[in-house]
């Protein structure tokens, strides 16, 4: 038998039918829909007069337009927001799909809520209106974004036309120094091979970085690589994510659990596997990583600056820097910030949240500036307030807030002023993305968390931990 990578063994164990060389038709395990790329798609349904046929291979969750102020009844005050809630549970309610709601005590980001309530599991095919499915390959799990239209065919078939992929594989060997988190490895990555690097490609992460990961650690890795194009990421399941995942499914018991388990250990790369395109990385020289543009790749060492604008890149360089007021030659360490945001489905796990608590101790938000931390899941802020996590970041002067996208992606009322500089845990750091002329710096919420607290860029191995 030829020698497969583990990306085409989840695509080959879910293609009910070979259209031609390019497209198969995909079975999908899971199909998680929120609140904002669904409306259309139920409406094509009613228009059709169809039905959901699984309904329960299919969970939705209100996440993008939902306020995260501290109360505790969540009113969605924008008219138009508050329709797009309202008709997700109708349309819930009238199919028979379950909905994680406004006021859901279990509420929060979908690919926060997803795996922590032990929907993913290695070997499965989860797709969602979202970009950053890719999160779910932290887990062996084959997951992706998809286009309203393939909403309604999904809800429809529970199957999507796809079109495959290439395979690429990122090794990275050795221990990331202290102060340096998946966060600043994927920064690093993206920067190296650019937006573009991975385009059309599923990436495969490996080696004994990855190897020495946390799952939450695996997620942020595998959520970014679509920063880079990536159309998927995965990491072969291993002991680590076996036990992440039968932590959280106690349905899979007995046989079924041998089963299972027997099944997840064939869920790696064959030895002689083909990849079009090999990466390595070696984690040991990896510093904190920033970014200092308007695009995820546009990222240096804390201790770097502003690049010069040359090249096939110099245009976007020049845009770049117009946008955020930086020149050629400008430190990113010691840049004044305005704001922190400490949330998104790349860095709102209580893993993310225990590592701002550390570097925050008994210090206090510095003066100027405001700084918000957004649990990912309900779960994760009934944890967080339970482990004394909340309270610290209370007392040091941050606002905690309820579950949500929040200002991500300024989709609610979380949005901030034109020319307003954010230290900020998220995934893009495109123009107006969280808010119309606000600048986005992306870095790890160990450094957002020392931004904070000294009101600049800062490199948090500078600041002497507490703990």
């Not at 038709?25 to 409406?43: G, I, K, R, V, W």
């Not at 499915?133 to 309203?148: D, M, P, R």
């Not at 809800?155 to 060997?173: E, G, H, N, S």
């Amino acid at each position: 038998m030829t020698a497969r990578t583990l990306y085409r063994k989840l695509v080959d164990a879910h293609t009910v039918a070979r259209l031609d060389e390019q497209n198969v038709l995909l079975f999908c395990d899971l199909h998680l829909m929120n609140e904002y790329t669904s409306p259309q798609a139920f409406a094509g349904l009613y228009a059709q007069g169809r039905g959901v046929p699984m309904p329960g291979q299919n969970v939705a969750v209100v996440s993008h337009i939902i306020p995260t102020h501290p109360t505790a009844i969540r009113v969605i005050a924008d008219p138009a927001s508050a329709r797009q809630a309202s008709n997700l549970k109708k349309n819930c309610d009238h199919f028979h799909i379950p909905l994680f709601d406004t006021n859901d005590a279990l509420q929060g980001i979908e690919h926060v809520v997803a795996p922590e309530h032990g929907m993913i599991r290695p070997g499965m095919v989860v797709i969602c209106g979202d970009s950053h499915t890719t999160t779910y390959g932290a887990l062996g799990t084959l997951g992706f974004g998809i286009g309203t239209s393939e909403v309604e065919h999904v809800l429809a078939t529970q199957t999507l036309v796809y079109r495959l992929a290439r395979d690429m594989r990122i090794r990275i060997d050795g221990a990331l120094p202290s102060g340096t988190t998946a966060k600043d490895l994927v920064l690093m990555i993206i920067s190296r091979i650019g937006a573009q690097g991975a385009r059309g490609f599923v990436v495969e992460f490996c080696g004994t970085t990855i190897d020495a990961m946390s799952i939450e650690a695996r997620f942020t890795l595998c959520n970014m690589a679509v920063e880079a194009g990536a159309r998927g990421a995965l990491i072969a399941p291993d002991p680590v994510a076996v036990e992440y995942v039968l932590a959280r499914a106690p349905d899979i018991d007995g046989g079924l659990r041998e089963a299972a388990l027997a099944h997840w250990a064939t869920l790696h790369s064959d030895r002689n596997a083909t990849f079009e395109i090999e990466h390595r990385f070696d984690a040991t020289e990896v510093p904190p990583y920033v970014t200092w543009g308007t695009s995820p790749d546009q990222a240096v060492a804390i201790t770097g600056v502003v690049p010069v604008a040359e090249g096939a890149q110099r245009a976007s360089i020049e845009q770049a820097q117009r946008y955020t007021s930086l020149a050629a030659g400008t430190p990113l360490e010691g840049l004044p910030v305005q704001h922190v945001f400490i949330g998104s489905c790349t860095n709102a796990r209580i893993e993310d949240l225990r590592a701002v608590a550390r570097v925050v101790g008994d210090r206090r938000v510095a003066a100027g500036v405001r700084a918000m931390v957004v649990p990912g899941s309900g779960a994760v802020r009934a944890q967080a307030e339970s482990e004394g996590i909340a309270a610290r970041l209370v007392r040091a002067g941050f606002e905690w807030r309820q579950p949500g996208c929040s200002m991500c992606l300024a989709m609610n009322d979380d949005v901030l002023p034109p020319g307003t500089r954010c230290a900020s845990t998220t995934n893009r750091n495109f123009e107006g993305r969280q808010g119309r002329g606000a600048i986005t710096h992306l870095m790890s919420p160990a450094m957002a968390a020392a931004a904070a607290l000294t009101g600049r860029i800062t490199d948090v191995r500078k600041l002497e931990t507490l703990e």
